[in-house]
């Protein structure tokens, strides 16, 4: 396999982060991680500092604050881009995207850009979600396809890999958005450059410990970056 890292942003996410580090080991011995933690009060970037002092493919970048979700992986992406990774993954902390699928999400590297881990590419792959988030989730992703043109089933979905190439021709430091908003932001920013994009089925299982973060401010930021995208776009600016 070529040198690759998976980036795991995280907050208060203590009794999750150990329990995944241990599961991707497992499932991709070679794979390295990197933590990225915006200063949880529960002591996760305390596990993952321990957890590394035994591990040398585990790694840890603390931030000050809780700066969001989107700068946490733009913060990750560089970090690995500078020391010359060749594939560079992205998944939750919580274990709503299974570690066991991120072997087949790399593997399609082999024909893509970036591949993509879809909820929605094969009927409805979501356990345990309450009908009103599903039904909002599936309406902002059809919302994203009709105001964009982006063919891309699951926009929002935050389970990813990329081949460094992409990630070095899009400029991480334009980007501001967060939550499913980045989703949407990197996707498009990628398929706008020409990027070879597949979308692989996962079943998607809502977490089973910590606290959801999502919030009406990430919704409606979602609801306005397609339009600030299709501007920027139609203007030759991305």
């Known amino acids: 396999m070529e040198r690759a890292i998976v980036v795991i942003p995280t907050y208060n996410e203590r009794e999750n982060i150990g329990r995944l580090i241990e599961a991707l080991g497992r499932v991709l011995p070679q794979l390295d991680v990197l933590v990225v933690d915006d200063h949880s009060p529960d002591g996760t970037a305390e596990l993952v500092r321990s957890m590394a002092r035994d591990d040398t493919r585990i790694h840890l970048l603390e931030r000050e604050a809780k700066l969001g979700l989107g700068t946490a992986y733009c913060t990750g992406f560089r970090w690995a881009l500078d020391r010359g990774y060749h594939i560079i993954c992205q ?60 063919p891309i089933r699951d926009a929002t979905g935050g389970f990813k890999a990329f081949r460094a190439e992409l990630l070095h021709r899009i400029d991480l430091g334009a980007i501001h958005s967060n939550g499913y908003a980045f989703q949407i932001e990197m996707n498009f920013r990628a398929w706008k450059l020409g ?41 030759g600016k991305l």
């Open 195 to 235: 990027a070879r994009i597949e979308e692989l089925s996962i079943v998607f299982v809502d977490r089973t410990n910590g606290v959801s973060k999502m919030s009406r401010s990430i919704i409606y930021e979602a609801a306005w970056i397609v339009w600030k995208l299709k501007v920027l776009a139609l203007l």
């Open 91 to 150: 998944m939750d902390a919580d274990f709503s995207h299974n570690p066991e699928d991120l072997p087949r999400l790399i593997a399609a590297l082999d024909h893509a850009d970036l591949v993509i881990g879809s909820r929605y590419i094969s009927g409805v792959n979501v356990v345990n979600w309450p009908m009103r988030r599903l039904l909002l989730s599936y309406a902002a992703n059809v919302y994203t396809r009709l105001v964009t043109g982006m």
